[in-house]
Nanobody, 114 residues
Framework: VQLVESGGGLVQPGGSLRLSCAVS????????MTWYRQAPGKEREFVAR????????NYADSVKGRFTISRDNAKKMVYLQMNSLQLEDTAVYYC????????WGQGTQVTVSS
């Protein structure tokens, strides 16, 4: 199983980024996918979840209305569109397939700074 995140970077408050996660090593379609993040000195926290065929999504209260999770099962990709970014969104972002196992990618750094 491989999970490869990309798309992070440095952005000003109020800006936007789109994260991508390329998945390989399992069927992908039908498996829920999630995004987590870990800020410096803090524990990894849940950000968003999407069901196996994209019909249901869930978000942490801190990102609701600003972030959107989506997926492309044909491409085995999951995305996180992040709008109205805030300083508190600074973290390393990871994608994860909770039903597949304890597999994590290297993450992608998102830094929100003026």
């Amino acid at each position: 199983v491989q999970l490869v995140e990309s798309g992070g970077g440095l952005v000003q408050p109020g800006g936007s980024l789109r994260l991508s996660c390329a998945v390989s090593g399992f069927t992908f379609s039908g498996y829920d996918m999630t995004w987590y993040r870990q800020a410096p000195g803090k524990e990894r926290e849940f950000v968003a979840r999407i069901s196996g065929f994209g019909s249901t999504t869930n978000y942490a209260d801190s990102v609701k209305g600003r972030f959107t999770i989506s997926r492309d099962n044909a491409k085995k990709m999951v995305y996180l569109q992040m709008n109205s970014l805030q300083l508190e969104d600074t973290a390393v972002y990871y994608c994860h397939a909770p039903s597949v196992g304890d597999y994590w990618g290297q993450g992608t750094q998102v830094t929100v700074s003026s």
